[in-house]
């Protein structure tokens, strides 16, 4: 087929054919079996594109709603326990160990470090009217009113776009760990880490929250420590490493 | 689609998830989530598996009750835990851990016309993925130009956004398109 052929075809579907080519279209269409094959087909993709690349408003609002009952109904961060052999009153006298030995060594009266240092808000967008910036002001009040869970399918959405976007691919890290989502947070925070965007230290410094988060000092450190002396959150770091 | 096919009383799920309304969702939630749990807990997943992929099988069962007239004709749950069951051996697969201890095609209880519908969102889904996939090798350019172009915005915006003139941005669509269509039509045939 030549390409004249697909430009005909989306004039087609776009409705941009005067009468006259669309009945001698449709004619054709009639009588080859080839091009009806070909016009399913870019129908078919078309649309399949467009569900999956392109969520509209409704979609976006339908995923918030998910988003929002999943917290409610699944635990985030429960595995599997590992106890399932052992008799029950094993696993119990176990859990008490461990909540032992957790007051001993992770000093839970120490928690509120964690939320005197997580505090971020996004900067305001400029509004330009495109799709994008619409679905970032929505990522961002939803991101500053504290609503971390509802924020993830506008930030998710962004990204389907622009997959590239560090500045979205920052605030995404931290509104999946403030939603309790540790594992995806550190994913998407070690792509910036490694990466050599601007935001690299910051999520250096957000990888560090997340083991402080989960009480394990070392890790913070270790974190804290990759931080170089040129970095915006150099200082930050080294506060909250003199308090650790 | 046929005409002849009946729709299931529980029609009503499809069309809760489709109109967002909340009190469908809620009642998705708490019949079904302990189900779908309970089977992945049982076969080597964690509770983020499981609530992973209970979400990904509502959203494909949304995308394709609005886009790919899926409608339900037969009972909403064992369907939702078939797409939800063959998603997590999918998953399983893909993590190429050990094999899952309950099949699920083994259930007693599920009718032909669950596998039936199970069966149409499956290959429904997987030929997304390809088209998807196939949309991926395509240039950078190529990528935008089809990604801008699905909107429902006027090609004419689309041509002054891209910074270009709306006969280069036809012609440019035109030749991208081929390639993409070429791209699935070799992997289709092979």
Known sequence: MSEYDYDMISRYFEGEMNAEEKKAFEEQLQQDAALQNEVDLFRDVNETLKMKLHPDENELAFRNSLEEMQGEYFKSGAKVVPFRQLRRWMAAAAAVIIIAVSMLILAPWKKDLYKQYAYI???????????????????????????????????EAILRDDPQNSFVHYFYSIALLESGQIERSRNELAGLYEGTSLFKYDAAFYMALGYLKEKDKDKCKEWLNKIPGDANVYSKGQKLLKKL | MDPLKIIHTDQYFLNGLLQNDQAVVKEIYSRFTGKVKGYILQNNGSEDDAADIFQEALIDIYQQARFKELTLTCPFEPFLLLVCKRKWLKELKKRGRQRVTNEPERLSDIGEDVFALADQLQVQEEKAQLFLAMFQKLGERCREIIKKCLGNKPQEEVATELGVSYAYLRKKKSECTAELIRLIQSKQES
């Open chain 1, 121 to 155: 808000e996004m900067p305001p967008v400029a509004q330009r009217g495109t799709q994008a910036d619409s679905l970032l002001s929505q990522a961002t009040e939803n991101f500053n009113n504290k609503k971390m869970a509802g924020s993830l399918p506008f930030f």
